[in-house]
């Protein structure tokens, strides 16, 4: 039997062939760590396996391309840590910051870095230059400082996510030509200025989520060329204006929340009779009658119209609304009789008007 034998050379040639297949790019090694020295996490130890030099294996929250053994992903979600750590009774906090050494993992797919609640500081200005991303979801922290301005480079993003934070600025105009946007959620922040008049380009998107900012201006009606569209909430901003007519004939949206701005005229009729079922206009100065434009499409699981100078009559044509399943009409001027169909309603959703009348509330007056 022969055999094998290899000289001192071919050992070290075989050992660092071995270390390098089991180690991550020196580069993207190095960003990991500084990454990690940036943010401070005491409760779960979940950067304790962050340990060697293989970030491809054990690292928790990290994945690698499995062909190239690149970093591909990185996702530290707060609740899934505690959850997995067996320590969820604890809330999630890690604080620091997100080290601008992330963007040297240049082959990222998705940075999801969630519900830490102290994680501050801005978002790296670099993060534009990460070509291959399709997530950033960093919802729920504590993080300032401006959307990046040349955000629209990033033609793959899918999602983006930056609900609950304290960012500020206006929304880049940049972000408009990210066309293969899905879902976009910036609720609760304090972004300001007006919604950019070219958001009609995004036709994949199907969720924008926008309320709990400081928006004003008018809504753009260049939104219902968005076909994908299905949710759309506006709510809890300073947005001004009519609404536009053209809402109520997207084919697809479902939900519309515009309550709590300073929106101005009139109810457009083509809402009625959409297919939205989640409507709320509560809370605005929208004045005159209530449309008479309900039908066999009107399909309403929530019906908010209350705080406003709405007058006159309830609508005849609502009793033919195929469902209205929570109707909210109070604090307006509305007066005339409630029709029968809607007196199995809570008397909640008609008072402090002008002269409602019948059940629930008092009868009406017979002359």
């Known amino acids: 039997m022969s055999m094998l034998y290899f000289t001192p050379l071919t050992v070290l040639l075989l050992l660092a062939v071995t270390t390098t297949v089991n180690s991550c790019l020196p580069s993207e090694l190095a960003a990991l760590n500084a990454f990690k020295s940036s943010l401070r996490e005491p409760n779960t130890g979940v950067f304790n396996s962050w340990t060697g030099t293989d970030c491809c294996h054990n690292w928790f929250g990290v994945s690698c391309d499995e062909n190239t053994r690149r970093v591909a992903d990185i996702n530290l979600r707060a609740g899934t840590l505690y959850t997995t750590f067996e320590k969820a009774h604890r809330p999630g906090y890690m604080t620091g910051q997100i080290s601008p050494e992330i963007c040297k993992l240049t082959q990222l797919s998705s940075i999801i870095i969630t519900d830490w609640n102290g994680i501050s500081g801005e978002i790296p200005r670099c993060i534009s230059s990460l070509s291959f991303l399709r997530i950033i979801d960093l919802a729920g ?94 709510s809890n901003n300073q947005l001004s204006g009519s609404i536009p007519e053209s809402l109520g004939l997207m084919s697809v949206l479902g939900t519309l929340k515009l309550d709590t701005n300073k929106l101005s005229g009139i109810i457009p009729k083509s809402l009625l009779s959409s297919g939205i079922s989640d409507l709320n206009l509560s809370h605005n100065m929208l004045e005159g009658n209530i449309p008479d434009g309900f039908g066999g499409r009107s399909y309403f699981t929530s019906l908010d119209f209350s705080y406003n100078n709405l007058k006159g009559p309830l609508p005849k044509s609502i009793s033919s609304a195929s469902y209205i399943g929570y109707l909210d009409l109070s604090h307006n001027h509305l007066c005339g009789p409630i029709p029968k169909v809607l007196d199995n309603l809570d008397a909640s959703s008609f008072e402090y008007n002008a002269c409602l009348c019948g059940k629930p509330l008092k009868a009406c007056k017979v002359n």
Not at 204 to 217: P, T, V
């Open 141 to 234: 922290n504590r993080i300032s400082g401006t959307l990046p301005y040349d955000i629209g480079k990033l033609r793959h993003l899918s999602r983006l996510s930056l609900a609950d934070n304290v960012i500020t600025g206006g929304i880049p105009r940049s972000l408009t030509n990210i066309t293969s946007l899905t879902h976009l959620d910036l609720r609760n922040n304090r972004i300001s200025g007006s919604i950019p008049l070219g958001c009609g380009k995004l036709q994949n998107l199907a969720r924008a989520l926008l309320s709990g900012n400081q928006l004003h201006g008018p809504i753009p009606s260049s939104i219902s060329k968005i076909y994908r569209l299905s949710d759309l909430d506006l």
